[in-house]
């Protein structure tokens, strides 16, 4: 499995009405898109749940990397691109990902990106984080992946909520406007 995320930062004067009618005119393309687990549409405006910017960050979470690819080389990306420029796209090894069968109910998400210190012990990190991915369903969770990226040592926490709960100062939340998921 692969976690995949690329952001825009928009203008603090950005209609952020936009995205959402985006959102809603373009979610549904993505409903049944082959080896997609998910794909939440995600934005925040300036000063929502203490983003400094205006984004829209939309996250994926794929069965097989052939999915990421065939998006990516898609015509909704080079649309996409397009319309907001060339974006990095981030890329996440899954440790473990968890999803409920109430997945759809997603209204929020919150993202951390960890450092992983030099010479750190990955098994006991992904120990921990598979357990936490878990237990995180036990809080209201609705969908939680954990992974990690060797280029940058970067970890990701992922989560999707019905309602948004505390959250730290260095952690993004974002609304969900669309869930893309496989077709039944």
């Known amino acids: ?3 995949m995320q690329y952001g825009f930062t ?13 959102i809603c005119e373009k979610g549904s393309l993505l409903d049944g898109f082959p080896n997609l687990d998910f794909k939440a549409y995600l934005s925040a405006r300036k000063n929502e749940f203490g983003s400094r910017d ?4 939309p996250f994926y979470l794929w069965q097989k990397p052939e999915g990421a690819s065939d998006f990516l080389c898609g015509p909704g990306f080079e649309a996409l691109a397009g319309a907001f420029g060339w974006p ?5 090894i899954v440790w473990q990902a968890e999803v409920s069968p109430d997945i759809a109910a997603s209204r929020f998400a919150t993202r951390d990106i ?3 210190q030099a010479y750190a ?3 006991d990190l992904r120990r ?7 237990a995180d369903l ?6 939680s992946v954990s992974g990690f990226e060797p280029t940058t040592w970067t970890r990701v926490r992922f989560r999707l909520w019905k309602d948004l709960p505390e959250i730290g100062t260095h952690t993004q939340a974002y609304r969900v406007g669309h869930l893309s998921l496989p077709r039944p």
């Open 88 to 92: 990095e796209v981030s890329t996440w």
């Open 128 to 134: 921990a984080e598979s357990a936490e991915t878990e």
């Open 114 to 116: 960890l450092q992983t």
């Open 121 to 123: 012990s990955l098994a």
């Open 54 to 57: 205006n984004l829209y960050a």
């Open 10 to 22: 928009l203008p603090a004067d950005y209609d952020m009405s936009i995205i959402e009618r985006r």
């Open 138 to 143: 036990a809080r209201g969770a609705l969908a």
């Open 1 to 3: 499995m692969i976690a």
